[in-house]
């Protein structure tokens, strides 16, 4: 007779999947390699009391420049790169070559703690300077055809060119850089279950975008790649042999370079992209999470596969929880760094001129109402923290399940993910709908001032409060994307939400305005990377080279 207990021990037996079970392989290998010894392979080595002054410079300037942490190194390839190859080299006798470039970026990522100091291997230097080269004939070779192709020949066009070349560039040596291990399985398993299960609205226009749109929303969503490593990726959809592009192949991308951006801009502003990425968002919440879990155990998590199938959801719950206490930090955190940009990049140049221009317009200065405009930022954000949603346990249960069917091969998912017909609207509704929202703009605008001004605000401070009140409700939007991308559970509508939305909208839409216009003059960082980089740096480097003089004297005198 069959024993019932063992039955249903069986029926609770579940079969891992094949790339799951590569994704435990590459977690383990990654966890338990041995780097060859330092005397086996060169690396690049700096100064530890050198480095600290450029790693505080490093802190210094992001504080001024509000930007995603995981974007941090990649942007300080890029605007290293820039003054290297831009600045320094127009005022530079000698012209740097890309051997000394490729040398001088990775001792500065390492001084500024973005790569560990004598850990990366000296031939990463040889790596970066085929990428830079490859990169610098791109640019000579795009150059030299807008001369001849007058009509695209514009300093617009010129400048535009160079910095995406920069940046292409700068994310090339990133993805060079970056251990890929772990992430590429679950990026190559992602699309296989998307590609198979994503189907569009019937005699869709799109059909023949549609993988391509899957892997790039994996990229922005699961890698949070920005708009320029997004671009790198289409170049190399579109130049197949990019990697490992000859002189030849050089020319012909550099003669299809602008026809080629503006292809590459229309697919990354793609129409399918809003409504892949709300599916994808998903995804990666699973394998984020998933990958969290076996990075804390491999052995122990497969091990619970096979003696206890019901510590497996137990092990999610638990990784859940620890992650929303850990975005909730991140929240906080990120909170106090908008402020902190906002005040030292914006809110000190426009306070320090309120009250001399009051009084230049005959104004009254009123105490109050100028603590106010200060006060009211932080306490603004603050609340806006506060009470922000929370994932909740119905969240964390959908988790659970979309994890399992990703991982089980009982549990794989069978239906399909039919995307809506992506409808636009006719010219006169969306005349209507564009009118109707310029009038709630101006309305709702038109009645805080009314408000300020009836509680004796002056002009100039009007103005101020608004440009507050822009940003940080575009900021409190910006920051708590990370407690958005865990709710997987769609939002519920309500009465207080749809007016919430009219409300607050074009205020977003503002404060997002003004930020790119900030971003583009932002004082501060133009003195930092151009008046006081290069000095500082050169600085650092002599500072760094006597060091190694005065050491190399106390040996020799020991």
């Known amino acids: ?47 530890e009391l050198v480095s600290k ?22 942007n300080a390839i890029e605007r290293i790169l820039k003054r290297l190859i831009i600045i320094e080299d127009k005022i530079s006798i000698k012209h740097l070559k890309p051997k000394e470039v490729a040398k001088n970026l990775l001792v ?44 695209y020949n514009t300093s617009k066009t010129r400048n535009e060119l160079t910095k995406w070349i920069i940046s292409l560039a700068a994310t090339n040596i990133e993805e060079n850089l970056r251990e ?51 671009s790198y990726i289409l170049l190399k959809y579109y130049a197949k042999n990019w990697d490992n592009a000859d002189d030849e192949e050089i020319k012909k991308v550099a003669s299809q370079l602008v026809e080629m951006n503006g292809v590459i801009k229309n697919q990354i502003d793609h129409p399918l992209s809003r409504q892949l990425d709300r599916l994808i968002n998903r995804y990666t919440v699973f394998f984020t999470i998933l990958l969290d879990v076996i990075e804390e155990n491999p052995v ?45 990049t914006k809110a000190v140049l426009i306070i320090i001129f309120e009250k001399p221009i009051i009084l230049f317009l005959g104004g009254e200065v ?31 249960a959908k988790i659970i399940e979309g994890i399992e069917e990703v991982t089980f091969i009982e549990k794989e998912r069978k239906e399909k993910f039919k995307l809506r017909k992506i409808v636009k609207r006719e010219g006169f509704i969306n005349a209507v709908f564009t009118f109707i929202y310029r009038v709630s703009f101006l309305l709702i605008f038109g009645f805080i001032i009314y408000v300020l001004d009836r509680y004796g605000f002056e002009p100039v401070s009007i103005v101020i409060f608004l440009f507050f009140l822009a940003l940080i409700s575009f900021f409190s939007i910006r920051i708590k994307r990370g407690v958005k991308k865990l709710i997987i559970l769609p939002a519920k509508d309500s009465i207080l939400s749809f007016f919430s939305d009219i409300l607050f909208v074009p205020i977003i839409q503002v404060g997002k305005w003004l930020n790119e216009k900030f971003d583009k003059i932002n004082v501060i960082t133009f003195v930092l990377d151009v008046l006081i980089e290069s000095p500082f740096k050169f600085f650092v480097e002599v500072t760094d080279q006597w060091s190694k003089y005065v050491k190399e004297r106390k040996e020799d005198i020991s």
């Open 366 to 396: 009123n105490n109050v109402l100028f603590l106010i405009n200060i006060l009211f930022p932080p306490l603004l954000l603050f609340l806006s923290v506060l009470f922000t949603r929370m994932p909740s346990d119905t969240n964390t």
């Open 300 to 344: 122990l998590v497969y091990d619970f596969f096979k003696k206890d199938p019901k510590a497996f959801p137990r092990l999610i719950k638990k990784m859940c929880n620890k992650k929303y206490g850990n975005v909730r930090k991140k929240l906080r955190w990120a909170a106090f760094r908008s402020i902190l940009y906002i005040f030292t």
């Open 180 to 230: 890929s291990g772990p992430n590429k399985i679950v990026v190559d398993y992602m699309y296989d279950i998307l590609t198979k299960h994503i189907v569009l609205s019937e005699n869709s226009p799109y059909e023949k975008d549609k993988d391509i749109q899957i892997y790039l929303g994996i990229h922005r969503n699961y890698l949070n790649y920005d708009y320029d490593m997004l």
């Open 53 to 74: 002054m450029s790693f505080y410079y490093e802190k210094l300037r992001n504080m001024v420049d509000y930007k995603e942490e995981y974007l941090l190194r990649k």
């Open 108 to 151: 500065e990522l390492i001084r500024a703690a973005y790569l560990p100091n004598n850990f990366v291997p000296e031939y990463k230097i040889e790596e970066a300077e085929k990428i830079i080269d490859k990169y610098l004939l791109l640019r000579k070779y795009t150059l030299e055809n807008l001369k001849i192709n007058k009509k």
């Open 1 to 47: 007779m069959a024993n019932p207990m063992m039955s249903k021990k069986m029926e609770e037996t579940f079969t891992v999947t094949d790339k799951v079970k590569r994704l435990f392989q590459e977690v383990y290998r990654e966890q338990n390699k041995h780097e060859k010894s330092d005397d086996e392979v060169p690396r690049i080595k700096v100064s």
